[in-house]
């Protein structure tokens, strides 16, 4: 028997000495507060608890260590300390996806009660342990600072009362994120429910020969084991191209070590991981084609229609061959970016539960509930109204939860079974399953006159896009349309091809394949200044995007082009810094290219001081509940006293899209714009005591940009966003520091479109610098998080946030969004910054920092 004091009480237990302080915690006595994002890795910090008065990272902490210690969680701080500092982290705009918040709020507490007035670099010390993916750090040292001050001044933290736009409205359930109070999916439980695992390829391609199952459906607490044959609709799923199995049957080839081959279904986790052991796989291994520059012509077919995914070509104005030989400087360079991980705190996990009319709930984090719906029904052969989806606010996103990972899995164990069923990833199996940013290669050949004109671009792209579709089509398709980045140039030539491999999927990660083709375009343009001997900066102005200038696909732009704002809110730091490397970006907002984008909101008046709003966007950090309140407090008028209450979920019929290209905030807050006009019109001379119960639906849709082939003017999509940013270095050829001036239009909440701009940044910099998946020949080499190169607090430089308000005529009272536009220039102008500093130009990422050989 171990016996230690949990939050001040006496507690004995007397199971398994070796059983992690984390499992007790959230199974044993349902504290969820203590996350799990490294499963036992001991590499988040999402877990950090306080033991005798020291952080404890509880996932690599057996129960023994904790023998007759005192244990505090955030529900054991003193209610000041807990009140405080998440006060703290909403006022600073800290909270972001929230899933590191309570680990990292532990860690403040432990600081704080021995030392009360740290300095900034001792909180950077401090969170040395601790990851954050969404904000950057800089809001959050920022919130302990803060904190610590109120703390000492025995203060309470004040928030902004003002509720419209323009202002730091606290977010949504951003104080409950903080204090662990708000439920992820894997906090959830449901009387009866049952728990999943996944048995995952051995090999990244394999025949099946047979599957045997039957050690495994002996095992205690196992209660079916499920392959194939026990899919009842469609095996093969997708967001666009139906190529991916839900489970690999027998006699069928693996293309990817993320393939699933059977799942469990016992009465607990650990009987289900365990069970997954006793099955046993007969392959017949295959070699796997894992070069993409070799699909083309490889014998080995991943797909029965050929390797190439998709091709897209952009060829406008004179042939660049001709241009070329009358251009005064021309420049080529082959570029090379990796897989990268999206590292989301919150892996994949989902429930379903069966309804009591042959239909299923399912509780999922998805970035596309109807996009779940729609295949879910499908795979379960059944109405699409049989299906509700439950979209549960997400612990990060970044385009790595667009597809189906376990939602479909606990649907149709679900749904056979008749009762409850959870189904989560741990971080080796989300690495190994979920797509990824795709790997480039990309051949560039860049010209301008004499003057510094741009004339011609020749770009060759080819994208690994692994083993199955998922978006990576489109993906390669924006870096190509994309490829000439945030300029104006006559003549383009330009191909881009999505190969299918047996390496893992690659799909959707923020900036959309567009960061890849920024490197090279902006360390091609820094080139032809070397040649022709041209301001870097000036340059980049007479070339820059502008109203009536066109883009890589030819659409010529409007109003809310804010791109040489941006340079000129740089340009004196520009020129004041002498190793400095400066990149512009464009990214565009909303998926456009001829296809319509739908959004509904819902209102419903449930009280005089509470209204219900419906949509159909999800919710993973970046804020789209908080604006849509926003905007509807400033139609309406309201002040905080009225409660407003997010709902989503497909059974409610508000269709949103899937949350991607930067597009919620616009196609949103337009729809809320329109339903709130409505309601505001029912209360000319009334209250809203008058309209309780009455509901208000509008929908917003776009359907007037134009396909790659129209023959006419170009609408390709309804915004862009732009950005500039500068990476400083000081006299030893380190990152000091990184300007970033971006053009979000009207800004809505100046500290989250802050946060966003700095998580961004940070995103940007483990990209150009550490960041790259751990795989060889279709294999990790490494499943631990630690070795994805995340940026951690101590790595990060100073960020400047120049907010640039361009309105956009397109967005609710001119905003546009910024979600992905803050990731894509900082690895060129970091790799542009490097240049300067030794000479040395580099063509691959992660960048080799000074004072090592370049790639």
Request: proline share 4%.
């Amino acid at each position: 028997m171990i016996s230690f004091y949990l939050n001040g009480q006496k507690t004995q237990y007397e199971g398994d000495e070796k059983t992690s302080l984390l499992n007790f915690l959230r199974n044993e006595k349902e504290i969820t507060s203590v996350k799990d994002g490294c499963s036992g890795q001991a590499a988040c910090g999402a877990c950090l608890v306080e033991l005798d008065g020291k952080p404890a990272l509880a996932c690599s902490t057996p129960l023994k260590r904790a023998a007759n210690k005192k244990i505090v969680t955030i529900e054991g701080f003193p209610e000041n300390v807990r009140r405080t500092l998440g006060r703290a982290f909403v006022a600073k705009g800290a909270v972001q996806c929230g899933y590191c918040t309570p680990g990292i709020l532990s860690r403040a507490k432990i600081l704080l009660e021995n030392n009360p007035d740290p300095s900034r670099d001792e909180v950077v010390k401090a969170l040395r342990a601790n990851v954050c993916r969404c904000t950057g750090y800089v809001k959050i040292i920022d919130a302990i600072l803060m904190a610590a001050q109120a703390l000492r001044q025995n203060r309470e933290i004040a928030w902004e009362k003002k509720t419209g736009i323009g202002y730091s409205t606290p977010k949504y359930e951003g104080y409950e994120k903080a204090l662990g109070i708000s439920p992820y999916i894997d906090d959830m439980k449901f009387e009866g429910m049952l728990y999943g695992a996944l048995k995952f390829s051995e090999h990244p391609r394999a025949e099946v020969r047979k599957i045997d199952v039957s050690a495994a459906e002996q095992q205690t607490g196992v209660v079916r084991i499920f392959t194939a044959r026990d899919i009842p609709g469609k095996r093969y799923q997708g967001i666009h191209v139906k190529d991916w199995p839900v489970l690999v049957a027998e006699g069928e080839e693996t293309r990817c070590i993320g393939d699933v081959v059977a799942g469990v279904v016992a009465e607990s986790e650990e009987t289900s991981r365990q069970a997954l052991k006793q099955i046993q796989v007969d392959y017949e291994v295959l070699e796997p084609l894992t070069e993409m520059t070799a699909a083309a012509d490889s014998p080995i077919h991943v797909h029965a229609s050929g390797n190439l995914l998709k091709e897209t070509v952009i060829c406008r104005g004179q042939s660049v061959d001709q241009v070329f030989a009358s251009s005064a400087h021309v420049v080529e360079g082959v570029f090379e970016t990796p897989f990268v991980e999206h590292a989301f705190l919150e892996t994949e996990a989902s429930i379903a539960l069966p309804d009591d009319v042959d239909g299923v709930t399912v509780y999922s984090q998805s970035q596309g509930i109807f996009k779940d719906r729609q295949q879910i029904a499908s795979l379960l052969d059944m109405p699409e109204e049989k299906v509700d989806i439950v979209q549960v606010s997400a612990g990060g996103g970044f385009g790595g939860k667009e597809d189906l990972s376990v939602q479909h899995h606990a649907a149709l164990y679900s749904m056979a079974l008749q009762r409850p069923v959870k189904l989560r990833l741990n971080r080796a199996e989300s690495i190994r399953m979920h797509p990824k940013r795709h790997r480039m290669r990309m051949n560039y050949k860049l010209a301008c006159d004499a003057k510094g004109k741009l004339t011609a671009l020749k770009a060759r792209i080819v994208g690994d896009t692994g083993a199955y579709a998922s978006v990576g089509g489109e993906v390669v398709a924006r870096t190509g349309t994309h490829a000439a980045a945030a300029f104006h140039i006559p003549n383009v030539d330009i191909m881009a091809g999505a190969y299918y491999t047996n390496n893992p999927p690659a799909g959707a990660f923020r900036g959309f394949g567009v960061n890849q083709s920024n490197f090279a375009m902006e360390s091609m343009v820094d080139e032809l200044c070397i040649r022709g001997g041209f301001d870097r900066w000036q340059f980049r102005y007479d070339n820059a995007l502008a109203a009536g200038r066109m883009t890589t696909t030819g659409h010529i732009l409007g109003k809310g082009v804010g791109l040489r704002q941006c340079l000129e809110a740089v340009k004196d730091a520009f020129y004041q810094t002498e190793y400095v490397g400066i990149a512009c970006a464009i990214k565009n907002c909303g998926i456009g290219n001829g296809l319509e984008e739908i959004s509904d909101t819902r209102l419903k008046v449930l009280a005089t001081d509470r209204i219900e709003l419906c949509h159909g966007w999800t919710e993973m950090g970046q804020g789209i509940h908080t604006v849509a309140g926003q905007i509807l407090c400033e139609v309406l008028g309201l002040d905080d006293s009225v409660d407003i209450v997010i709902k989503c979920s497909t059974g409610e019929g508000a269709m949103g899209g899937v949350t991607t290209a930067s597009r919620g905030t616009v196609l949103l807050g337009n729809s809320v714009i329109k339903a709130a006009q409505k309601l505001k019109a029912d209360l000319e001379g009334r209250s809203l005591a008058d309209v309780v119960g009455k509901e208000y639906s509008a929908r917003f849709m776009v359907d007037w940009t134009t396909s790659p082939d129209v023959e006419g003017e170009i609408v390709s999509h309804f915004s862009y966003g732009f950005g500039v940013q500068l990476a400083v270095l000081d006299k030893d050829g380190k990152l000091q520091t990184i300007h970033a001036a971006h053009d979000g239009g009207k800004i809505i909440n100046p500290a989250l479109y802050e946060s966003q701009i700095e998580g961004g940044v940070v995103m940007g910099m483990g990209y150009a610098l550490s960041e790259k998946l751990p795989l060889k020949d279709g294999r990790l080499t490494s499943e631990r998080m630690s070795k994805l190169g995340l940026p951690k607090a101590k790595d990060v430089p100073e960020i400047k946030s120049i907010s640039i308000e361009c309105a956009d005529p397109m967005g609710p009272f001119g905003a546009k969004g910024v979600g992905e536009i803050v990731t894509i220039p900082t690895a060129a102008a970091i790799a542009n910054a490097f240049y300067r500093y030794d000479g040395v130009r580099r063509y691959k990422l992660p960048l080799k920092p000074p004072g090592k050989t370049a790639g």
